[in-house]
């Protein structure tokens, strides 16, 4: 499953796009957004996130 934003809880800082090795994941409205079609459920964005915005789904 990939990786889900809940977008309440995003800042908006970037560290999930500059982590992901699969480059899955955009800015949109100032919240990141993950392309569940290029993430490769690796998790490393839920490890980066800071305010625990990301989640496996």
Do not use: L, W, Y
Not at 20 to 30: H, Y
């Amino acid at each position: 499953m990939p990786a889900k934003v809940d977008r309440d809880k995003c800042t908006g800082c970037e560290a999930c796009i500059e982590a992901c090795p699969a480059e899955a994941i955009k800015m949109v409205d100032g919240k990141a957004e993950v392309d569940a079609d290029a993430c490769v459920d690796c998790g490393v964005c839920v490890d980066e996130c800071s305010v625990e915005a990301i989640e496996m789904a």
